[in-house]
């Protein structure tokens, strides 16, 4: 066990995070996590309202430790989500995508907030909007990240914000995050490593074909969600790079999420309104895109449908080759890291 700046700010035993995924960050892996002594991050995009705040109430029931909740910003009820967990006083507010409205309103009740952000401006701008912590996401990761890699953008980020910062996209092991240490971030986050977890409920088909996946098996495209992001090379993903705009798709996809966010048509049709006005909002085509992709995303998950489903999926899923408990996970990595901070200094020749 080591203490780190990440360790301190939330109060947690290992500087390990588990990242907000959509459809996947369940209470139940969420408090897996933080009970292991990591910080566990609930992703609400997906959530209305009173879905986030039964989730939030579920990990209390299941853990006593801080935990965090995670809101893509350009989402529908983003506000209203954030809100429920601000007015649920949770410990950590982790946003992506977008600005934050809410930070002065976080810290006057203790909690903390960390943005996520691929670009190193973006990760300098989130300190001097007040952030306590930033996580930097490398184009390894899953889903959403920009050009650099996490080599390049930890060490280009820990030189210029004094906030810890967290290094996402390809930890998976005790290396990456003695590496991400040495780099200077104060901790890591995965997603595809949590993903792979005994806890985790993503269906059996697609951690086989995880499992079966080198690091050459991701594929990146913004034909996806409409943004740029590294999803699982699969008949689904492949398909989605060579469409056009899937327009019946998305029709259809749009009506799902109107039905999962239980909107009236009313609140659907402003909400489409205002969020193409809005300053986190995201033109209609990208909403479109992203309805497509959680449809697509919960076939995979949910139905392991291998045909249409589809799968964010980070280059690391090539270095996963078991699926053990979300403990274990954290153990090993803590014990391979401080083996190798330990061996990396006898490798150098007096
Ligand atoms: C299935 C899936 C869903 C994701 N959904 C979100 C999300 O809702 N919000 C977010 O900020 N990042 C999301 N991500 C990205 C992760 O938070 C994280 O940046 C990424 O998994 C890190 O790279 P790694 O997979 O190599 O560990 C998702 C990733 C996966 C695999």
């Known amino acids: 066990m080591f203490k780190t700046k990440m360790t301190e700010l939330f109060g947690i035993n290992h500087p390990i995070m588990l990242a907000g995924m959509n459809w996947i960050t369940t209470p139940e892996l969420v408090a897996h996590v933080c009970n292991a002594g990591g910080l566990g991050m609930l992703a609400v995009a997906q959530f209305s309202p009173d879905d986030t705040l ?10 006593d430790k801080p935990f965090g909740v995670n809101q893509i910003l350009i989402g529908p009820g983003a506000r209203e989500n954030i809100q429920t967990a601000i007015d649920e006083k949770v410990p950590v507010i982790n946003y992506a995508l977008g600005k934050p409205w809410f930070i002065d309103q976080v810290h006057a009740y203790g909690g903390k ?6 670009i190193a401006r973006h990760a300098v701008r989130a300190e001097q909007l007040g952030c306590d912590a930033v996580v930097i996401t490398g184009r390894e990761a899953a889903a959403h990240g920009a050009e650099a890699t996490s080599l390049v953008l930890i060490t280009i980020v820990s030189s210029h914000v004094k906030i810890p910062v967290i290094a996402a996209g390809g930890f998976h092991d005790g290396r990456g995050l003695a590496a991400a240490l040495a780099l200077g971030a104060s901790g890591i986050s995965m997603g595809t490593r949590f993903m792979m977890t005994k806890e985790c409920h993503l269906h059996d088909n697609f ?22 992001g590294r999803a699982l090379k699969s008949k689904a993903s492949l398909e989605l790079m060579k469409k056009g705009f899937p327009m019946a798709e998305a029709t259809s996809a749009a009506m799902e999420i109107k039905r999962l966010l239980k909107l009236s048509w009313w609140q659907f049709i402003g909400l489409s309104f205002k969020m193409m006005s809005a300053d986190e909002g995201s ?4 909403q479109a895109r992203q309805a497509v992709a959680a449809k697509r995303s919960l076939l995979a998950i949910e139905k392991g449908d291998t045909d249409k489903g589809f799968l964010f999926a980070g280059q690391d899923c090539g270095a996963i080759d078991d699926i053990p408990s979300v403990k274990e996970v954290i153990d090993r990595i803590i014990a391979q890291a401080e083996q190798t901070l330990e061996a990396t200094r006898q490798k150098i020749v007096k």
């Open 54 to 63: 039964k989730a939030i109430k579920e990990i209390r029931k299941l853990t």
């Open 113 to 118: 907030v960390i943005g996520t952000t691929a």
């Open 207 to 228: 951690k086989q074909l995880c499992l079966q996946a080198t690091e050459q098996d991701t594929v990146y495209s913004n034909r996806f969600d409409g943004m740029d």
């Open 283 to 286: 033109p209609l085509w990208v």
